[in-house]
């Protein structure tokens, strides 16, 4: 298992050393997490697909959407790392295994901020202004389409610049994500700016204000209008996504650093930064499933019966 000191790049452009403790104790991390967050991921998102009642809530839809990029990055995108970790280059070495890797990395992992944020606005909508979805036409346009156009903006827009992009690439296996994207080869400085304040900072900063917002409005109305009946209603709602929104907490030290490193001081944390608070930004994703198991409706009967099936099957199985 090789385990050298490496040099590294952050996917915002921080150079670092990665010590050899320090490697060795981020693979076994990611091992741990990885293998223990793949099997919830896989029993929710049964759970999302099989419970009728779950599957055509409105509030669940971008969830779903949220869960399959995940696990994307979850499997694919830490699979990556952890290899990276071990070996100290990129394997299996190869122009796609790097593309692939960056699309992931890049396209699904800013993917899905983008779409926590307008997770965020769109349960603003439902609790605070349901009837803006009572009727199918106003459904499509304040709903559906919105969902579709922030699960597909950054894949579409990554697939391009990673894949068709006519900058040169420079494939080097011995850097994470084999150096590149190559696109920051040739590209304007508004459009860097854009993609962190876009595609990161701002989305982060919608999610945690309007996490806020949503409980305020919400024990505001409960306890000054007692309005209880309604609280009932979206209680699981409200409570399901400020769960989610906690979890980002562990991309603030990242976002807070490259803020002040844009403000005048470009070595301000750069010690820190590309070894650890750029693997922290991998703690929502693995910490997601483990948040939702506990909304799953009744959870304990769906984990018995499924147990119960496989003793089943298995029994099945055997006798003649």
């Known amino acids: 298992m090789s385990m050298n000191t490496t040099e590294i790049y952050d996917n915002n452009g921080v150079y670092a050393l990665d ?3 320090s490697k060795r104790i981020k693979f076994w991390l990611i091992i741990i997490c990885e293998s223990s967050s793949i099997p919830c991921y896989l029993f929710i998102i049964y759970q999302y697909l099989y419970q009728k009642k779950l599957r055509k809530a409105l509030h669940n839809h971008a969830l779903m959407v949220k869960l399959c990029i995940n696990f994307v990055v979850l499997t694919i995108d830490l699979s990556m790392h952890l290899s990276f970790l071990r070996l100290g280059y990129v394997f299996p070495s190869t122009p796609g295994a790097c593309l692939l890797w960056q699309l992931v990395d ?3 992992w800013f993917g899905d901020i983008v779409l926590t944020s307008w997770m965020s606005i769109e349960r603003y909508i439902l609790i605070f202004y349901s009837h803006l979805v009572k009727t199918p036409y106003r459904c499509m346009f304040i709903h559906y389409v919105p969902l579709i156009f922030f ?3 950054c894949p579409v827009v990554y697939i391009y610049l990673i894949f068709f992009d006519p900058v040169p690439h420079k494939y080097d296996y011995s850097f994470i994500l084999c150096g590149g994207p190559y696109y920051y080869l040739d590209i304007a400085a508004w459009l860097i700016w854009y993609e962190s304040l876009v595609h990161y ?3 982060i900063f919608i999610t945690v204000i309007l996490s806020g917002a949503m409980i305020i409005r919400v024990l505001i109305r409960k306890y000054r209008l007692r309005q209880t009946g309604r609280w009932n209603k979206y209680r699981k709602m409200l409570i399901q996504f400020i769960c989610i929104s906690v979890i980002y907490i562990f991309d603030l030290p990242y976002v807070i650093v490259t803020i002040v490193r844009w403000s005048g001081f470009p ?4 010690n820190v930064q590309g070894p650890y608070f750029f693997y ?6 693995v910490l997601l499933s483990f948040t939702l198991l506990g909304t799953i409706p009744h959870l304990k009967a769906s984990i018995i019966a499924l147990i119960y099936c ?3 099957n298995t029994t099945a199985s055997v006798v003649p």
Do not use: A, C, R, W
Not at 267 to 270: A, I, L, P, Y
């Open 267 to 270: 070595d301000f944390g750069t």
């Open 310 to 312: 496989k003793k089943q």
């Open 106 to 108: 890049y396209g699904f």
């Open 201 to 203: 900072v701002i989305p």
């Open 19 to 21: 010590s050899p403790l």
């Open 280 to 285: 922290m930004n991998y703690i929502p994703t």
């Open 151 to 153: 699960s597909l903006y």
